[in-house]
């Protein structure tokens, strides 16, 4: 666990970098640290192995003082992935990589056996890379090798600043696929920092958001999606990313709370009078009368009734549709769109955990749902 307790940063005792930055990073976590240039990401970081020290407050690993822990023995507990891979040029790649475990006198067989599975690890044939010099690299194997360095001793703290910013868009994806499958299998503790909100959102468990030294919001990315905690944020996350990511946004996002219910017993001449008062297509059909915490057992829409008005006495359960679907609120906006175009339905009553009514989704307000998803189309 990697606490940063009150921690400020001045170098001229008048300026202050960061200022009162104060979160917790659990054991096996990752945490991206995001902002615009110059708002404290990599001073934040470095704190953390003693790259800097702080002026003010106090950062505990598992609850030791940072300050008080030799840097040298501290930072072998600590992997460090700088913005640029930073390999040595003259060395080979497997060179490169034994750095540390050299200066720590491990046996050569023993630091080339780790070489060659950190390099297999990366998704890198071990035989031919391992001879090779780091301008034979492309810029994301370079990347790769400045991963398997910083995991050479088997840290359990990993910082990473900016690590895939220079890379392509289509190397940086597949590597920031293999670091969140090599956290999920080493458990490792992961700072990473990055400018770039899709890959603070895609890494992330939980992200810093910092601006002029401070972090204004730390939560998971849904939270920090849903509610930013002030326009900066809100404008750095971008105002329509939320309809970006299709899969994060829930049905309790997008359904009206704007329905009518009528119990099964009720009879057609109110289901008439609820569908005129409230200018409404259709009712749903519950059990008792306040049917708004209970289940659903059917739908009534204004056509049927329509027809059936001549006896105003049938009660509503014996023509209700009974065959439809629900939704969970906790469904996202694809399955919602998936339902719906499945069965062909207009309205899906939405449930909660424990099955009760809270809301509505029509095809309507999917439509809506979907033309933000793409605004500018
Ligand atoms: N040695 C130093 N002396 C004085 N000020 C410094 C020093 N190092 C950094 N700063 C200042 O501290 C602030 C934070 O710098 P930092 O490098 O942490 O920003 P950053 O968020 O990592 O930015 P970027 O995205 O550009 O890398 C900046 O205003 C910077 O000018
Ligand atoms: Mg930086």
């Known amino acids: 666990m990697i606490e940063f307790k009150k921690v400020s940063k001045s170098y001229d005792k008048i300026n202050y970098v960061l200022k009162n930055i104060d979160f917790t990073v659990k054991t096996g976590e990752f945490v991206v640290l995001v902002g615009e240039s110059g708002c404290g990401k990599t001073t934040t970081m470095k704190l953390v192995n003693r790259l800097i020290d702080s002026s003010e407050g106090e950062v505990r690993i598992d609850g030791e003082n940072v300050r008080e822990v030799d840097p040298i023995i501290l930072r072998r507990r600590i992997g460090y992935v700088i913005q640029k891979e930073g390999l040595m040029p003259h060395m080979t790649i497997g060179e490169n990589i034994e750095l540390v475990p050299k200066l720590l006198k491990w046996s050569k067989e023993k630091r080339k056996q780790r070489a060659m599975e950190l390099l297999e690890l990366l998704s890198l044939n071990a035989d031919i890379y391992y001879d090779k010099y780091p301008h034979e690299l492309s810029g994301g194997q370079k990347q790769r090798i400045g991963i398997a360095r910083a995991l050479a001793i088997n840290p359990d703290i990993i910082l990473m600043d900016e690590p895939f910013s220079a890379l392509d868009p289509i190397t940086r994806e597949s590597i920031q696929d293999e670091i969140l499958k090599l956290q999920k299998e080493l458990g490792k503790t992961i700072i990473f920092v990055t400018h770039d909100m899709d890959e603070a959102i895609k890494l992330g468990e939980k992200i810093a958001f910092l601006k002029d030294g401070e972090i204004i919001q730390y939560g998971t990315p849904d939270e920090i999606l849903k509610n930013p905690a002030t326009d900066y944020v809100k404008q750095f996350v971008g105002d329509d990313r939320m309809w970006k990511t299709p899969s994060k946004l829930l049905v309790s996002d997008i359904m009206s709370k704007n329905y009518r219910t009528i119990e099964g017993r009720g009879n057609l001449s109110r289901a008439f009078n609820l569908l005129q008062t409230h200018d409404t ?21 204004r056509k049927n009734l329509i027809s059936g008005i001549e006896n105003k006495n049938t009660r509503v359960r014996e023509i209700m ?13 694809l399955e919602a769109i998936d339902k719906m175009a499945s069965i062909n339905a207009r309205v899906i009553p939405v449930l909660n955990k424990e099955n009760k009514l809270v809301g509505v989704v029509t095809n309507l307000g999917l439509v809506d749902a979907i033309n933000g998803i793409a605004p500018t189309n």
């Open 321 to 333: 549709y009974t065959d439809f679907e629900t939704l969970n609120k906790d469904n996202n906006l």
């Open 281 to 301: 297509d259709f009712l749903i059909v519950t059990q008792k009368e306040d049917g708004y915490h209970s289940e659903p057992i059917g739908l009534i829409f």
